[in-house]
């Protein structure tokens, strides 16, 4: 069964402040990982994606997510975020044998200044 | 970077009507999606769709539900007739392959309310 948990639905942070925002995973085959943000009134935009090599994958505007098999978590991180970082965060799967992906919940990230 | 635009942004119909949400994708794009959205819930699959033909369909896509995409034009998913439930945000996404690493580009969404 393939499924996406994000057990975080609110996180704040300060400005300037370090982020982590959770994802654990369940995939029967190889997973395709994602985190796309969606700012408010927008459709949702790729971040970053996994799909094999080194587990620590670069995004854009700083951030960063580590791939872990042995914990089937992919977490998003950034060392400093900013006020505009606050948006919805979502992790999602991709089944590697169809287009079918799957969402997290998603995350709302507040950055207080 | 590429947009994808989901025309109206809001529609609300009373129950048993019909509607027609509209998309219209990343110009060179050849895949669309379809995802649902209720709200405080997760955003789900609905449907895939490619060279004029549905390829993947979920659960959730009734039969009174139908996507086409008319002489490359907008990509539409049309609700016959409409119920209470169908009521969510219906986010139309685009990708230029169908692989698995294929970035999906997402639309606004448009939300629908059934009364």
């Known amino acids: 069964a393939q499924s996406v948990t994000q057990p975080d639905a609110r996180v704040t942070v300060s400005e300037g402040a370090s982020l982590q925002l959770r994802c654990k995973y369940s995939?029967?085959?190889?997973?395709?990982l994602f985190w796309y943000v969606q700012y408010p009134r927008q459709g949702l935009q790729l971040l970053l994606k996994y799909y094999s090599g080194d587990p620590v994958v670069q995004g854009v505007n700083g951030f960063e997510a580590e791939f872990s098999k042995s914990n089937s978590s992919f977490h998003l991180r950034k060392a400093s975020v900013h006020w505009s970082d606050s948006a919805v965060y979502f992790c999602?799967?991709?089944?590697?044998?169809?287009?079918?992906?799957?969402f997290g919940d998603g995350t709302q990230l507040v950055v207080k200044p | 970077g590429p947009k994808v635009l989901q025309i109206p942004s809001h529609q609300i119909i009373d129950m048993g009507q019909m509607v027609t949400l509209n998309c219209d994708p990343v110009?060179?794009?050849?895949?669309f999606y379809w995802y649902k959205q209720i709200l405080g819930q997760q955003m789900e699959f609905l449907v895939n769709?490619?060279?004029?033909?549905?390829?993947?369909k979920s659960k959730l896509f009734k039969d009174q539900f139908s996507v086409e995409r008319p002489d490359g034009s907008y990509f539409t998913l049309k609700i016959q007739p409409t119920a209470l439930e169908d009521s969510a945000v219906y986010f139309c996404?685009?990708?230029?392959?169908?692989?698995?690493?294929?970035?999906?580009?997402f639309g606004p969404g448009t939300r629908l309310t059934v009364l």
């Open positions: 110009s060179n794009h050849l895949y």
């Open positions: 769709f490619y060279n004029g033909k549905v390829m993947e």
């Open positions: 999602v799967l991709r089944r590697n044998s169809n287009n079918r992906i799957f």
């Open positions: 995939s029967s085959g190889t997973p395709y």
């Open positions: 996404a685009s990708s230029s392959s169908g692989g698995n690493y294929a970035e999906q580009f």
